[in-house]
């Protein structure tokens, strides 16, 4: 396994040093973020450690949904329990799946029952104009949840800026093995002032034999959004879109042979943007509503559980020019979230916050940047959040560090979970008296820009975390109610562990050069180590779930009309105490590799390709039983057109 890593990592290596000869702009390398302090700043001046990867790749690479091109970003660990957007957690740092905020367009998204909706984001892959990753504590801007990161899509209505009338339009058909059929579709139209965009994206399959069922999924987004700038001063953008995900579940909550789950999620988002822009001056409101219904079956002779979440959030922000050197951004929000569930009950908890960050030159190399949040929440009241970046950027060298507070409330799935059953012989419990989390976090890291076309990172980070939320197995008699609960029964309550230290060292590798006139490549490569200590003598589910190394890696590589797209990825991490070997172990490390390769015609805009997901074939699980699928061959037509 690990000789394989290392071939990876040379032929990698090799395409580095290939294309390292000419200086080119760092356009792409060193990008203006929005993530990192809300006003427009370049990834170098942040003093974080933030990757951006523009949606046009998602077409490039072998993969089918938002979740899998996050899979293989430099320092990102997906765990999935199924493919092509089914279901799957995302981790960020070392923390649990709730401890990464996902927010679109500057609003949040993260679902108030559970945090393994979170990767459900209901965004069609034709509006991506980029993906922001921060990495590492956010909280005094972005409130709870924020403590691995932040994973930031922009579209491209809500980014547009006025300029010239084009049109463009790209449709991609997909067949293979397993009935596999994906349509993946999308245009955008603009004016002068306006901006219209819209996607389609449908995957299904009746998926590979399982231990009781196949492994099917039909998962579906569609969405469209409108920007119009009413007037130079004056933008408007709004958005609306629907997902559906519809897949077996089998073994993805428990290890039970006689789980044969099936689930489907069903998703509405909306989303309103009011901009004002002056010479000094943008002030900005954004709202947001989502609805989201959930309907889990155990097997064919239980009953459904039926979740649905509510979503409401307002919030104004002001960025203000003081001068050449002074930006300062403050915001006020508002949260409102509600559950009506036939399990967990009726529950309603509102947030709300004030906020500000002032991003400071000092002279020509240095950056500051200052946070601090106020956050207001009904069931666990006031906290205060302070944050400091540093930068230092000068020449090809960036020096940065960063140290902050972090928190994360409880979901509503952590305090009610099997509440509302009339018996319960097994499972997790919630526990209605959870603590907020809260931790401090620093980091400190290096960015060299070996050319203008390659990027060399490093960072060593720390978090100490309290309270930290996580299921523990707790014998009957310790269980604090025990009103539906059977004597014999097995159990995993949700507690707060008292203290929790992540350790952890990033390294990362960008490469985006054109090597002539005929031959382009793209490339990152990141590698990740890991270390977790508790202080709870009995290990917790989630803390000791993820990859004590990680490495993940992409390539895209084009010659004339011909280009490659090859990501994997190897993970090496301790066994889970909670798998059953008797249902699927839980792989304790794996290597993973996809292949994709497209021929073009007709001026680009005809496309054939063939592609391999899993091509060595590597049998394994992410998380729980959850088999995930083995060799996969298919291959398709895309069509680009534009004007």
Known sequence: MRNKLVISATISGLLLLQTGRTQEKETE???????????PEKVSRTGRN?????????????????DELLRYLPGIEVQMRGPAGSQSDIVLRGGTFQQVLVIIDGVRVNDANTGHFTSYIPISPAEIEKVEVLKGASSAIYGSEAVGGVIHVITKAFAAKQGKKSASFTAQGTAGQYNLLNVNAGGVLSGEKSVLNAGFLSTNADGQQQR???GYFHNKTASASFGYFITPQWHLALRTSWDERDFAAQNFYTTFASDTSTEKVKTSWSQLQVTNLQKNNKLQLDIGYKFLEDKFIFNSASAANLNKSYLLQGLITDEWTINNSSVLTSGIQFINKRISSNDRGKHTVGQAALFAVLNKKLGEYFTVSPGLRLEWNERSGTQLIPQANFSYRKSKWQLRASGGKTIRDADFTERFNNYGRALVTSGRIGNPGLETESSFSYEAGADYFATGNIKISSTFFQRYHKDLIDYVTTPYADMPRKDNLSPSGTYALAKNISKVTTTGLETEIQVSKKINERQNIWSTIGVVWLESKSSSATPSFYISSHARWLANFNIIYSYKWLSVGVNGLYKK????????????????DYFLLNVKLEASFWQQRIAAFVQADNILDREYTDILGSRMPGQWLMGGIKLSLYK
């Open 29 to 39: 390398l060193d990008p203006v973020t929005v993530t990192a302090s809300i006003a």
């Open 573 to 588: 991490r301790q066994p889970q105490a909670t798998a059953n070997p008797a249902i699927a172990t839980v792989s304790a």
């Open 212 to 214: 009781g069922i196949k």
């Open 50 to 66: 933030l990757f951006v990867i523009p949606g046009e790749r998602f077409s490039k690479l072998p993969v089918h949904s938002i």
